[in-house]
């Protein structure tokens, strides 16, 4: 039943996506590729935790609707570092009594389905973000909490019928099943069903984030333009200082949330476009190679971890909500850190710096 577990009575070498470079006889296991897999599995699993936990200890974070889309991220990405630990318990050997075929699909589809609602979160985020800026003033009506569940149960329902297909021998929805023999040799993709994924998936996802984001920062430099011009129309240094510092303000939380979303969406699609080539290109039959098929795959995946840690470098609540939830684990550490940031006396002189 299980091809691996006949290589291996038989006296060669189990199967190795990255061929016998990464395989140790005395272990009996393809050592990097176990390395590989479980190092991004503690890093996914931990960090997701992370940032689902500082979402629930953080009130602040709150109040962009967009954290639910951010938290659905996590727990969508939390769930593939769990899922990640099927490969590396088979490259273990520990599933050997698993049906190979129907376990490589179930992980092939899982993750598929998984990566998807991240894909899709982001689009909607952009489009949050967009209608927040171009609408100020009817986004609390377009945007309601209720409009927001309905969108995230449509992200899962949509990414879920997606790649069903692909259960009913309609091409293969990734190559996250490949470390399985089965899934690597027998379960061959299909150029309809890539295009189809192609065109309902990945381009409308990747167009919406470039619309959205390119028109948000137009708008930016156009605010920014203006503020410039009228600056300059102003015949006191002191008033047009004023009113600088006022309209600045007043666009600066909403500029520097877009940017963490942005940096979050640019990580996002600089890990997944090889992986995306790649699919394109082995569907079509241009390119076909198992080490670049491991590589591009466990890049794509790795993204999973990638949101907690732009959090963490360019939110400032984000780092407050950090620090509250490890202030147990290190209390002096954050004795430390209010010390340094203790409010230094204000003297007569009027603060110039943007308040946010």
Not at 33 to 43: A, H, N, Y
Not at 263 to 270: A, G, K, L, N, W
Request: charged letters at 15%.
């Amino acid at each position: 039943m299980n091809s691996s577990s006949d290589a291996n009575q038989s006296g060669s070498p189990p199967f190795c996506l990255l061929g016998s470079v990464g395989y140790s006889r005395s272990l009996d296991t393809c050592v990097l590729e176990v390395v590989i897999i479980l190092f991004l599995t503690v890093l996914i699993i931990a960090g997701n935790m992370v940032v689902i936990f500082v979402f629930h200890c953080a009130p602040l974070l709150h109040h962009h609707t967009t954290s639910h889309f951010i938290q659905t991220m996590a727990y969508a990405d939390l769930l593939v570092g769990v899922s990640c630990l099927v490969p590396s318990l088979s490259l273990l050997h520990y599933l050997r009594g698993l049906n190979e075929e129907l376990t490589c699909k179930a992980f092939g589809y899982m993750v598929s389905v998984l990566k998807s609602v991240s894909m899709a979160s982001l689009a909607c985020i952009s489009v949050d973000r967009y209608i927040a800026i171009t609408r100020p003033l009817s986004y609390a009506t377009l945007v309601t909490p209720c409009r927001l569940r309905v969108c995230i149960v449509l992200i899962w329902v949509y990414s879920a019928l997606i790649f069903l297909p692909s259960f009913f021998g309609w091409g293969k929805p990734g190559y996250h099943g490949d470390i399985f023999q089965w899934c690597a040799d027998s379960w061959k993709t299909n150029p309809g069903f890539s295009t189809f994924i192609a065109a309902l998936l990945y381009a409308p996802a990747a167009l919406t984030v470039c619309f959205t984001y390119g028109s948000i920062f137009r708008i930016c430099r156009q605010h920014t333009r203006e503020i410039t011009q009228r600056h300059a129309r102003f015949s006191s240094q002191a008033e047009g200082d004023k009113g600088e510092r006022g309209e600045r303000c007043e666009g600066c939380p909403d500029k520097r949330y877009a940017m963490v979303l942005f940096r979050i969406t640019s990580v996002f699609y600089v890990l997944w476009m090889p992986y995306i080539l790649y699919f394109l290109l082995e569907s079509a039959g241009l390119y076909h190679h198992k080490v670049a098929s491991f590589l591009t795959t466990w890049l794509a995946i790795s993204n999973s971890f990638c949101n907690c840690l732009i959090y963490s470098l360019s939110n400032s609540v984000f780092r407050k909500g950090l620090g509250r939830l490890f202030s147990p684990l290190f209390p002096s550490c954050l004795g430390c850190m209010e010390a340094k940031k203790a409010p230094v006396p204000i003297g007569p002189r009027a603060n110039t710096q943007c308040q946010v």
